[in-house]
């Protein structure tokens, strides 16, 4: 499964940005769908997933609250809404998708995008 990533760009504290993935010729409709973030010289971390139904989603305990996953599988997307966004949200923002259940390490997700960065100035 190929996944594209797109939505990131330049926003002011505060503000909001909407990231899609989709995957062109493909579905994922019945898979698991995360989302990381990987900031300079940090290691790739867990920012939230849905299950394929959209029925269990988790969020890391530093976006909860603030972010929100959803997944149209009619039309073989998924989103991940930011808002609120701190500088330290800044970061290469990845979709990834799995069988199985939702969890939260990286290494778990078979397929990814190429990442859409997010730039979150103070």
């Known amino acids: 499964v190929q996944l594209q990533a797109s939505g990131g760009g330049l926003v002011q504290a505060g503000g909001s940005l909407r990231l899609s993935c989709a995957a062109p010729?493909?579905?994922?409709?019945?898979?698991?769908m995360g989302w990381f973030r990987q900031a300079p010289g940090k290691e790739r971390e867990f920012v939230a997933a849905i299950s394929w139904s959209g029925g269990i989603i988790s969020y890391a305990d530093s976006v909860k609250g603030r972010f929100t996953i959803s997944r149209d599988n009619a039309q073989n997307t998924a989103y991940l809404q930011m808002n609120s966004l701190k500088p330290e949200d800044t970061a290469v923002y990845y979709c990834a998708v799995k069988w199985g259940a939702v969890v939260t390490g990286h290494w778990s997700y078979d397929y990814w995008g190429q990442g859409t960065l997010v730039t979150v100035s103070s």
């Open positions: 010729g493909r579905t994922f409709s019945t898979q698991t």
